[in-house]
T-cell receptor
């Protein structure tokens, strides 16, 4: 059974550009969440989607957005990139938002903003 | 607002030693707590999930306990091996929106 797949794994962008990251959840999983991980702040929650609807949103500026498609695949977009957006972006999936479900993570997308 | 703290931030032990990693949280109204392992440059691997009604979970050499009333969890690793070297994170799920809140992790180094 394939795990959570994130693409691209590594990318370098210039300040002011935008970036789109993709996440394919485990087959059958309908809940997808996104996290930003930096050495200073640790893992911070970005947003969570279930059945194409955003259920929760973290404390990030509006430059960070996401969406989920009918096949549960998800994308997140960051516009007007800043140097501080350099981070590992992690996607996780679970069967649903139910409290009892284990959450599984992808390998992440390393974003460097120069 | 839920806050999760992991102590110590880093731990170095000789191979074969038994060890305990600690996780504390400020809001005891949680649904579950999950322990993860993260290798350098990689994503997180789920180790154990403890529901709020449970006291502990075991998987191989790992045992996680949960004391919800005191806001604490421990991850016990028996007979540590160099391959156990990684960052261990705990996360609690709680609140009306089932939000998952992570600690900053404990960096474990097991020396041969």
């Amino acid at each position: 059974k394939a795990g959570v797949t994130q693409t691209p794994r590594y990318l370098i962008k210039t300040r002011g550009q935008q970036v789109t990251l993709s996440c394919s959840p485990i087959s059958g999983h309908r809940s997808v969440s996104w996290y930003q991980q930096t050495p200073g702040q640790g893992l911070q929650f970005l947003f969570e989607y279930f059945s194409e609807t955003q259920r929760n949103k973290g404390n990030f500026p509006g430059r960070f957005s996401g969406r989920q498609f009918s096949n549960s695949r998800s994308e997140m977009n960051v516009s007007t990139l800043e140097l501080g957006d350099s981070a590992l972006y992690l996607c996780a999936s679970s069967l649903g938002p139910n409290s009892g479900n284990t959450i599984y993570f992808g390998e992440g997308s390393w974003l460097t903003v120069v | 607002k839920q806050e999760v703290t992991q102590i110590p931030a880093a731990l170095s032990v000789p191979e074969g030693e038994n060890l305990v990693l600690n996780c504390s949280f400020t809001d005891s109204a949680i649904y579950n707590l999950q322990w993860f392992r993260q290798d350098p440059g990689k994503g997180l691997t789920s180790l154990l999930l403890i529901q709020s009604s449970q006291r502990e979970q075991t998987s191989g050499r790992l045992n996680a306990s949960l004391d919800k009333s005191s806001g604490r969890s421990t991850l016990y690793i028996a007979a540590s091996q160099p391959g156990d070297s990684a960052t261990y994170l705990c996360a609690v799920r709680g609140g009306s929106n089932y939000k998952l809140t992570f600690g900053k992790g404990t960096l474990l180094t097991v020396n041969p």
